[in-house]
């Protein structure tokens, strides 16, 4: 008996420390990749790296100012697109459709397109934008960026428009306000901490991505016309100089990804910050 | 701020003929079906984008289609020369590697759930949950990155001669290591569904009621005895999901798997063997395929890898809901 019962608390202790132990491998697992970028990247991270043009091959310095640029349009087309589909849409989940049919079956298509992998949407804009334009551009990876914008969107503000208390739009149906009125300036300006907290999400994470950028807005060494021409993105640098064979363009990979890796890092902070202080006197 | 808009329409009652003195909510006044359209049409037109990319991609392979049917699913032949395209090893490298990858994420991830949700307590536990939360906002292309300079030496150097000395004699770890290849790329793609398994199952974890718990421990049982054989299997459900969600995640991972996995379609059966996955194939070869069935056979294997993904999240969100749901109904 007391052996058993050894045995289940010695049990009980070995299995607690155990799950204790992968919850610090696997949070640990982002300090090894900050570490490491750090280690590798802080001292390529120059004013040349935010100011310069790419070198040609063979050259040693230069920097990625073209592609730093380049992200923020091809983010900033995407955002002119995703943000307003993907906010409407959740101002309908929330507010119009809620017990729906519809409203089930579009919330469920969100779901499916936020884990549709970001390849196919890349070679879906390709097909819809590239090849009947006949020229990458920063445009067309803006349109495959904002695919993966609206689900996020859509579902962070249906989410928030959701907690917004019930007695606020009572109070506004009761003083004679139309139930779109109500919605405009009252509900969403309640739940406004949160809508923009998801969008900044939505942006930090599609900033990030490579794969639709591939068939899309490709690549570029100089500036360039967004409308038109190739376009140099961060994402697609890093991925570009980390398979050269040159140690200098891997040195700026490093420096890529530090910087991508801090500004997304920040822009999810931002937002934590940002809900955190909505949140605190509702609560 | 809230508090002013709504004292503003009480403010105008007094004269209700004035107009209220911003022009703009004045047309939005009488608007509600016109503002109950626009937003219906911007929730329908997910639905359309959605069938749009199914219809693009079915399009887009019609010539792949049409030449090869359903063998290019098992034919192992990828020769662009000869326009001969076979699926087989590209599914296989997919396949091989997400499982894998969950092989080793599953149990870690869903044991620092199980300390998250259970051991850790409040803020420690948020403050826990945000640092995974802020690894799945990590670009998968940092990831590549830091593989392909990092684990694939380490792999090649340490890793796999150390597996090799030991289990050698398994044709599993058979042959040279070269540092990139199956296990390398399952190892990174384990890493990018940590947070996947750990989120949503912690999630499942917290919406099991407190009296289940309680009730175990009252009964006598540890409180490992009450995690593992009363909360755990509560939220069961809720945990598929979470593993369905992160083999679909795995999948459909481009960039840090293109980066590590060794690009050679053929089927190894050493872990070690660079091998090929769908998602690296077409983001290698889609923009230098010309032809016609060139790249209609690649836009067909990104729809293989849409209905696959598909099915499986559909599967997981059917399983979150159902989970969520129940947790609700409960409270």
Redesign the interface.
């Known amino acids: 008996m007391t052996a058993r019962n050894f045995y289940r608390r010695s049990l009980n202790n070995v299995m607690l420390t155990l799950t204790g132990i992968c919850a610090l491998l696997t949070v640990s697992t982002l300090f090894v990749v900050l570490g490491f970028l750090f280690y590798h990247g802080a001292t390529s991270v120059n004013l040349d790296f935010f100011t310069k043009l790419p070198k040609p091959t063979g050259e040693t310095g230069g920097g990625m100012a073209n592609a730093i640029v380049g992200s923020a349009e091809i983010v900033a087309f995407a955002s002119m697109m995703g943000l307003p589909v993907g906010f409407f849409t959740g101002v309908y989940l929330a507010e119009y459709g809620s017990g729906g049919a519809l409203a089930f079956v579009v919330r469920y298509m969100c779901d499916l397109l936020n884990g549709v992998p970001s390849i196919v949407v890349g070679i879906f804009a390709s097909i819809l934008i590239v090849k009947p334009s006949g020229h990458f551009s920063a445009f067309a990876g803006g349109v495959a960026l904002s695919l993966l914008l609206i689900p996020i969107t859509a579902k962070s503000t249906e989410q928030f428009l959701a907690e917004v208390p019930r007695a606020l739009r009572e109070g506004s149906l009761a003083l004679g306000a139309g139930k779109w009125r109500t919605i405009a300036s009252v509900v969403v300006p309640a739940a406004r901490k949160g809508i923009m907290t998801g969008m900044i999400l939505g942006i930090a994470r599609i900033a990030g991505e490579a794969a639709p950028l591939l068939f899309t807005s490709l690549n570029n060494e100089f500036w360039s016309n967004p409308l038109r021409e190739p376009t140099a993105s961060l994402p697609y640098m890093i991925y570009t100089r980390a398979l050269s064979p040159y140690d200098d363009w891997h040195r700026q990979a490093w420096a890529a990804g530090l910087v991508l890796l801090v500004l997304v890092l920040i822009a999810n902070i931002a937002a934590r910050l940002i809900l955190s202080r909505g949140a605190a006197p509702r609560g | 701020?809230?508090s002013t808009?709504?004292a503003?329409?009480?403010s105008s009652?007094p004269q209700p003929s004035k107009p209220p003195r911003n022009s703009m909510?004045k047309r939005?006044?009488?608007?509600?079906e016109?503002?109950?359209l626009?937003?219906?049409l911007?929730?329908?037109?997910?639905?359309a984008?959605?069938a749009?990319?199914v219809i693009?991609?079915w399009h887009?392979s019609a010539a792949s289609r049409a030449k090869s049917g359903f063998s290019f699913l098992t034919s192992r032949a990828w020769n662009p020369v000869t326009d001969e395209y076979g699926a087989y090893p590209f599914l296989y490298g997919t396949v091989v590697t997400s499982v894998l990858a969950l092989i080793i994420a599953v149990?870690?991830?869903?044991?620092?759930a199980?300390?998250?949700s259970?051991?850790?307590t409040g803020r420690w536990s948020d403050a826990?949950t945000?640092?995974?939360?802020?690894?799945a906002?990590?670009?998968?292309?940092?990831?590549?990155?830091?593989a392909?300079?990092?684990l694939v030496p380490l792999m090649r150097d340490a890793i796999g001669p150390a597996i090799k000395s030991v289990l050698g004699f398994l044709p599993l770890f058979s042959g040279p290591v070269y540092g990139v290849g199956y296990l390398t790329a399952s190892l990174v793609l384990s890493?990018m569904t940590?947070p996947y398994v750990?989120s949503v199952s912690r999630e499942a974890l917290l919406a099991v009621p407190r009296e289940q718990r309680e009730a175990a421990l009252a009964l006598g049982a540890?409180?490992?005895?009450s995690t593992?054989q009363i909360v755990v299997p509560y939220a069961r459900l809720g945990i598929m999901g979470a593993i369905f969600?992160a083999f679909?995640?795995a999948?459909?991972?481009?960039?840090a798997v293109t980066?590590v996995i060794g690009n050679d379609p053929a089927v190894h059966a050493s872990l070690f063997a660079p091998g090929y996955t769908i998602?690296a194939v077409?983001?290698n070869e889609?923009?230098e395929a010309t032809g016609k069935i060139y790249p209609a056979a690649?836009?067909e294997l990104?729809l293989v890898?849409?209905v696959l993904?598909?099915i499986?999240?559909?599967l997981?969100?059917l399983l979150i809901l159902f989970t969520t749901q129940k947790g609700s109904a409960k409270a």
């Open positions: 701020m809230t808009v709504a503003q329409p009480q009652k909510l939005l006044r009488g608007g509600d016109a503002a109950w626009i937003t219906l911007f929730a329908i037109s997910v639905l984008v959605t749009m990319l693009e991609l887009g149990p870690s991830g869903l044991g620092a199980i300390y998250l259970e051991m850790a826990l945000f640092l995974i939360e802020l690894l906002a990590v670009p998968s292309v940092i990831f590549g990155l830091l392909m300079f990092t890493v940590f750990i540890t409180t490992w005895e593992w969600l679909a995640r999948l459909g991972e481009t960039m980066l998602a077409i983001a889609f923009t690649l836009v990104g890898l849409f993904t598909f499986l999240n559909g997981a969100r």
